[in-house]
Each structure stands twice: as C-alpha cells, then as structure tokens.
C-alpha cells in the first residue's frame, strides 16, 4: 500500500509564506513526476507545479516567481516553497505522485488528502 500525506497548510496574512510537504510511504520502488494541485471553492481543481524525477519543473503561470517545487528523493518527499501568498491563492492544496510499487513495472497515480490554504487580505 502506497500513501501520501501533505502538511504545513494554515492561515497567513497576504505578502507571507508557507512550506507545504508531500510524505510518500508504503512500499515504494521510485518515483517519478511529483505535482502540486489547488482546489478553491466552487472551482476546478488546477495544476500549480510539478517536479520530474530529474527535477524538470514547470509552474502555472499564477504562481511563477512565487512558489518553487522541489523533492527529496531519499526521503520520498516533495515540498512546495509558496512566498508572497496572495489571497486568490486561498484553496485546498493536493499533492500527486506517480509511483512505481516493487516488483511491479507500472506507475500508478497517487493522491494526497490535501491541506487548507487560507490567505487573509
């Protein structure tokens, strides 16, 4: 069983930061993509970054120069450094993985339960 738990969501006052982290466990053989989505009320659910296992990233254009995706390969781990939090960045926060179970050849999708994010004006 594979499982991804995100954390480090809360309140913060506009201009302020918060570190989001996405713990992978379970039986893990590697992991390849990692993303970072945000689901605000009455919206769809939209990308915001992903990281490749050879640590390509790519932002959506609202939080470029803003938030910075990195990982932790020994520790199964992703992070998402968000800085000058607007309020508009106001969502709950889901972290995806694509993971590859031993022995398995295939990489499945996995989500996290996601973390509130609450950015006051």
């Known amino acids: 069983q594979v499982q991804l738990v995100e954390s480090g969501g809360g309140v913060v006052q506009a201009g302020g930061s918060l570190r989001l982290s996405c713990a992978a466990s379970?039986?893990?053989?590697?992991?390849?993509?990692m993303g970072w989505y945000r689901q605000a009320p009455g919206k769809q659910r939209e990308l915001v970054a992903t990281?490749?296992?050879?640590?390509?990233?790519t932002y959506a254009d609202s939080v470029k120069g803003r938030f910075t995706i990195s990982r932790d390969n020994a520790r199964n781990t992703g992070y998402l450094q968000m800085n000058n939090l607007k309020p508009e960045d106001t969502a709950v926060y889901y972290c995806n993985a694509d993971i590859r179970r031993s022995p398995s050849p295939t990489f499945w999708k996995y989500w996290g339960q996601g973390t509130q994010v609450t950015v006051s004006s």
């Open positions: 379970g039986n893990i053989f590697n992991i390849n993509a």
């Open positions: 990281i490749s296992s050879s640590r390509s990233t």
